[in-house]
């Protein structure tokens, strides 16, 4: 069906085109505005004016009096010093780095190795593929509070494990040195499925044929790996990272559910530091809180323009 | 287009009717054609349904002033910033009941008539209850009822340990025991420690009880109370857990039978009959004796600022309505209050001798905005809650969390 539709449609435009090009000199510049309409209104309204009232909040100095009455005054680049000079800018920073970074290479290294394990369709591959989705389907209020529970210090069940093992219990989520591990771990969990599935498709489109004559010519199954799948693999690779990055960056429900960020802002990272200036407290600090959100955007901003570039780069 | 075309029809009627004279109808179009003689009052009770004693007690004040009333119900947490946006949008509902450290906020950003404006009578409230909605000699708001915290413990746990829970009169012998506890096998204490306001909360009886003031975090009264809150996390008194736990996973620690106290609030008396166990009510003592000042929980009665000041006369009746005696009495049993008039404090005690030591302890009570603290409280508070969050997970020692805490706090506060 869908092969059926995507080739009918383009057959007939360059005729209609024609047909219709001379009624188009005059009444068609408003036609063709009337059509994008729905388009653009719907993208001025969700997408540039939220973009455009982020700036403004982070650019102007805002009380909870000045919110009210909308005459915040103009500050420039007050907000941005402010978070900028915040004993908890570096942290939080290292924190976003390490958390984006760390998830990444494990979810994409897992995933990657399981969706070669997966290509090869032995028996039960779909049904065992099909758990590893389990990540992906539970609601994440539901997987964080989880993970909350089985780490926690006193009854939870990762350190009823240790002790079994006689190794001294750790203090997953309350231990300055361990929360962002704990953070990271779930997230690596919650991470692996998409990963996995993006990359699985990726395999599947490349030719069984290839590996034939690799196959003929002798190549063991790590040189197939290196020289066939990987290569033949980076612009799908390229995209999950890409999608990868963005979502780990803006990662928030499972720290603030884990963690709350703490303790003592040990496991806080942009994300969830925007999230406490400008909701966490009972007096909200939207300047500060939206140019931690805008420096967000910029960091996910700049991994799009590389992947940008690394696709223009491929093409040429 | 349409609004233009119907707020011109609206021009074209009043002046039709000013032309011709007719009063009636004019005035029924003019406050009823608008709201229709509705009143919109928002609380943050989402618990509460149609068919709760709450909202049939909301309904029976409006039918009672002569008018509808649409009420709405929040969660807490989204209360401040949807009032906050109500106010720019100038559509703020006719009451707002909203949680007590909110109301300097929303005081400060004017969304707040006074009580003086609204003429409603405060006088009969307790000073210390209504404190919190005082700012700059102003008062903004009326407790709807008030509730705190207290130390539950388990009777069977103290028994076998040898402790008598009436003659824990300060920290000394709270700490002692503990430690008992400790050596017959069962947990000590459990309470929320948690990086949110809500372990201020929890910390301030401690804070407070010292004799610590939130001006002078690192003062060596607030030191002591940190050093307090550690000993027993480090001597195992209190699990490690208390740095994760809300006050509700507090209280599900308590649940299991296997902890001795548990610092919680008044809300959970009803769970507390539910655990299968006896149980018993302490207030928090203070350092060198006596009934810590715990702060006070529980919402106001607020009455946002309207372009039409018109409805200030309904709505000063809706607010009297609802927390007069009667119906404050009732209120504050649903929601498990203790009432804010001493009045109706006598009448609960005498329908339930159990909320004798609540009431005591509402009395001892403080807000934790009052001293004319207001919008400084929210960025002293969160510097505290990092300093015993850094104190407690060992990554700071009680003093200098307190000391790097109180920079924060005087810097945001300057």
Known sequence: MAHDVMTRVPAPAPADAGARSPRRRKGGHWTAWAFLAPVVVYLVAFYAYPLYRNLDLSLRHYTVRSFVQGDAPFSGLDNYRTVFADPAFGPALLHTLVFTFVSIAFQFAIGLALAVFFAQNFRLSATLRALFLVPWLLPLIVSASTWTWMLNSDSGIVNAALELIHVDPVNWLTSPDWALTSVIIANIWIGIPFNLVVLYSGLQAIPADVYEAAAIDGATGWQRFWRITFPLLRPVSAITLLLGLVYTLKVFDIIWIMTKGGPADASTTFATWSYRLSFGNLLPEFGPGAAVGNLLILMALFFGLLYIRFQRRQSS | ?414
């Open chain 2, 1 to 414: 287009m349409t609004t233009l075309r119907r707020r011109a029809a609206a021009a074209f009627a009043i002046t039709a009717c000013l032309v011709a004279g007719c009063s009636s109808s004019s005035e029924s179009s003019g406050t009823g054609g608008e709201a229709g003689g509705t009143y919109t009052i928002w609380d943050p009770y989402p618990q509460f349904d149609g068919g709760s004693d709450w909202v049939k007690l909301l309904t029976g004040c409006g039918t009672d002033a002569g008018v509808t009333v649409e009420r709405t119900g929040y969660d807490t947490t989204d209360l401040t910033n949807k009032a906050l946006l109500a106010a720019q949008q100038g559509n703020s509902p006719d009451v707002l009941i909203v949680d007590n450290p909110v109301v300097s906020t929303l005081a400060d950003a004017g969304v707040l008539t006074t009580t003086d404006e609204l003429k409603v009578d405060t006088s009969a409230i307790e000073p210390n209850l209504l404190a919190a909605g005082q700012i700059g000699g102003k008062t903004y708001g009326i407790p709807i009822g008030a509730n705190t915290l207290a130390l539950y413990y388990n009777k069977a746990v103290l028994d076998s340990a040898g402790v008598d829970p009436a003659a824990i009169k300060d920290w000394a012998a709270l700490t002692a025991a503990l430690e008992k506890v400790k050596a017959s096998g069962k947990k000590g204490i459990t309470f929320s420690a948690i990086g949110t306001e809500e372990g201020s909360f929890q910390f301030l009886p401690w804070f407070w009880g010292s004799g610590a003031n939130l001006t002078q975090l690192d003062s060596a009264q607030g030191i002591a109370a940190l050093e307090l809150w550690n000993g027993w996390v480090k001597s195992g008194y209190a699990p490690n857990s208390v740095l994760n736990n809300t006050q509700t996973t507090s209280w599900q620690e308590f649940a299991t039978g296997d902890f001795a106290f548990s610092e919680n609030g008044t809300w959970q008396l009803a769970n507390a009959k539910k655990t299968g166990f006896a149980y018993g009510i302490i207030p928090i003592p203070s350092r060198a004796g006596g009934t810590a000042p715990a702060p006070t929980g529980g919402e106001f009665v607020t009455a946002p600022v309207q372009a039409e000041t018109g409805r200030y006369a309904v709505t000063e009746k809706l607010i009297g309505c609802l927390t007069s005696a009667d119906n404050a009495y009732t209120t504050d049993t649903t929601l498990s209050y203790i009432a804010a008039t001493e009045a109706v404090q006598q009448k609960q005690v005498a329908a339930n001798e159990e909320l004798k030591v609540w009431v005591d302890a509402v009395q001892a009570a403080k807000g934790r905005t009052s001293d004319d603290l207001g919008t400084r409280y929210p960025k002293i508070s969160q510097p505290m809650w990092t300093a015993f969050q850094a104190a407690l997970s060992g990554s700071a020692s009680p003093a200098d969390a307190l000391k790097t805490a109180q920079t924060t706090a005087a810097a945001a506060t300057k």
